[in-house]
């Protein structure tokens, strides 16, 4: 990953990158971007991490505001021997500061914003990592691009493909996340070279233009870099703010083939379909990845495509393993099947993942078709927890890996995930029912169903403006188990993380005064 940019340039790789506003890392560098100017970049950005005191081993952080040059700083750090950490700056300044005293790293590269923020509650960003390298403005103690500029990048340094490569973090839905490191054969041998592969119809061509929509500090958008730069497609468009007002001039100047997105950034997105000048009426594949997408969004962009017959991609998987199951959705699979569910994952990827449940007591394996705990096998499994190995420890038992989730595997080999463990409630799934209740409800944005400990499941339904007809409620619950009343939000009152999941235990405390959840929690 450290020489990817120089071998694409060597190649001639025709690939334009084009940027909803330009990189931090180079401000006043445009928003266009041939391959080579990509190449020369994270050379000189591994100029200045050398001179900021990053050598072979060490760790660097990176914390800032989302956008792709994340995936740039971490090859620049890689090209010097040091492993990147990519840590998104969603993250709540206590989160943020537990993950940096497990990095302990040589380097931090963060923004002079993004200090400010984190010294208004408490901590001092410069003082975390030997040695702080500020990408915009001055602070006491903390390096700037001036004080780094000119240092010339040195010659590649390259570690063994099964040290650490690489650290990301978990979304952090159940608390604060955990970081997780991957080595080169992990993340580049078992998935992106898989991903590389020029499948029929899902795979990259050369005319393509590819839009990704994403949370840039995850290791999802790391692998992707090397698949998108390999696979050379006409066009990459980057968009660093899910904002749909702030991506349809993107989306319209150079509307897709392929689009990636979080999402969350479908739900956003979604009123794009209805103008005029639909920018998804080119896209033949859609992608989801991190967490399933209810069936209305799905429809709705299959619906929005003039292709003949577009593919909706989902991909079920975690940061500590990459994909393990894949499902296709077509127009005629989803039209007119109200209630379906996002919760049918598809199937193992053949011949690199294996899937067992177990009953989640016994660890024994249950009768397919039966609910219990859901282990996978896959040669993708991440190295370690930095910081936290005995928790890595307690998810491992021998080549599976607990995943945490509550899950049926089917007699014809497919997967649905009901819970996760931490959140299963012995009334209903809060996942499947979610999905049945935003098809029943069209004005929600989002519908979430949370667990509790001794009593009914509390309904959560958002909506643009934050109400909900009675009358609206009272039919969709027909023949469903019992809940409490929903409570009404909008999009903005809903806890997030960075890629826009639904940090669930954050928002039944804000709503109940309750941090009590029914799962044991045991494998979060």
């Known amino acids: 990953m450290g020489v990817l940019f120089d071998e694409c340039a060597r190649r001639h790789t025709a690939t334009t990158v084009r940027l909803d506003r330009p990189f931090d890392i180079a401000p006043d560098g445009g928003s266009t971007y041939a391959v080579d100017e990509l190449a020369e970049l994270v050379r000189t950005a591994a100029g200045w991490l050398a001179a900021a005191g990053a050598g072979r081993g060490d760790r660097v952080a990176i914390v800032k505001d989302n956008h792709w040059d994340y995936d740039l700083l971490a090859c620049a750090a890689v090209r010097v021997g040091a492993i990147p950490a990519q840590i998104s700056a969603h993250l709540s300044t206590a989160a943020l500061e537990q993950l940096l005293k497990r990095l302990d790293a040589a380097v931090l590269v963060t923004s002079g914003g993004v200090a400010a923020?984190?010294?208004?509650?408490?901590?001092?960003?410069?003082?975390?990592?030997?040695?702080?390298?500020?990408?915009?403005?001055?602070?006491?103690?903390?390096?700037?691009?001036?004080?780094?500029?000119?240092?010339?990048a040195p010659a590649p340094r390259l570690r063994p493909d099964d040290d650490p490569l690489v650290i990301n973090h978990t979304s952090g839905t159940t608390g604060v996340p955990k970081l997780v490191a991957h080595s080169t054969r992990t993340i580049i041998g078992q998935l992106a070279r898989f991903e590389s592969t020029r499948m029929p119809r899902i795979g990259v061509r050369p005319d393509d233009t590819v839009v990704n929509a994403s949370s840039y500090a995850h290791g999802r958008t790391f692998c992707w870099t090397a698949v998108a730069l390999s696979m050379a497609p006409r066009d990459l468009v980057i968009l660093s703010r899910p904002e749909p007002d702030l991506a349809d001039p993107m989306l319209r100047a150079h509307p897709p083939t392929i689009v990636e997105a979080l999402p969350a950034a479908y739900v956003g997105f979604r009123p794009l379909t209805e103008r005029l000048d639909n920018p998804f009426r080119r896209v033949r594949l859609f992608i989801s990845t991190y967490d399933a997408v209810h069936p209305p969004t799905v429809r709705t962009f299959l619906n929005a495509s003039a292709h003949r017959s577009p593919l909706w991609m989902q991909g079920w998987g975690q940061t500590e393993t990459g994909p393990l199951t894949f499902r296709f959705h077509t127009r005629r699979s989803l039209t007119g099947v109200k209630g379906s569910s996002a919760r049918h994952l598809g199937w193992p990827v053949p011949g690199r993942t294996r899937l067992r449940v177990v009953d989640?007591?016994?660890?024994?394996?249950?009768?397919?078709?039966?609910?219990?705990?859901?282990?996978?096998?896959?040669?993708?499994?991440?190295?370690?927890?930095?910081?936290?190995?005995?928790?890595?420890?307690?998810?491992?038992?021998?080549?599976?890996?607990?995943?945490?989730?509550?899950?049926?595997?089917?007699?014809?080999?497919?997967?649905?995930?009901?819970?996760?463990?931490?959140?299963?409630?012995?009334?209903?799934?809060?996942?499947?029912?979610?999905?049945?209740?935003?098809?029943?409800?069209?004005?929600?944005?989002?519908?979430?169903?949370?667990?509790?400990?001794?009593?009914?499941?509390?309904?959560?339904?958002?909506?643009?403006?934050?109400?909900?007809?009675?009358?609206?409620?009272r039919r969709a619950i027909r023949g469903l188990p019992t809940m409490q009343e929903p409570v009404p939000l909008t999009w903005e009152q809903v806890p997030r993380t960075g890629t826009g999941k639904v940090r669930r235990a954050l928002l039944l405390e804000q709503l109940t005064g309750d941090t009590d959840r029914p799962g044991t929690g045991r494998w979060t």
């Not at 408490?122 to 500020?134: H, I, P």
């Not at 006491?140 to 000119?150: E, K, M, Y």
Request: with cysteine; charged share 25%; net charge negative.
């Open 117 to 152: 923020s984190c010294a208004e509650d408490g901590l001092d960003l410069v003082s975390a990592a030997r040695a702080t390298l500020l990408l915009d403005g001055y602070a006491p103690g903390a390096l700037s691009l001036d004080d780094v500029r000119g240092q010339p």
């Open 360 to 473: 989640p007591d016994t660890f024994e394996p249950v009768r397919r078709g039966h609910p219990g705990l859901v282990l996978a096998r896959t040669a993708a499994r991440c190295l370690d927890y930095p910081g936290e190995s005995e928790r890595w420890e307690a998810k491992r038992r021998g080549p599976w890996w607990n995943t945490g989730d509550i899950g049926v595997h089917h007699r014809d080999g497919h997967v649905s995930l009901l819970d996760r463990e931490v959140d299963r409630t012995p009334q209903l799934s809060c996942l499947e029912t979610e999905d049945v209740l935003e098809d029943r409800i069209p004005q929600a944005q989002e519908c979430v169903v949370l667990g509790r400990t001794d009593e009914p499941p509390l309904p959560v339904v958002v909506t643009a403006d934050g109400t909900l007809p009675t009358g609206a409620w």
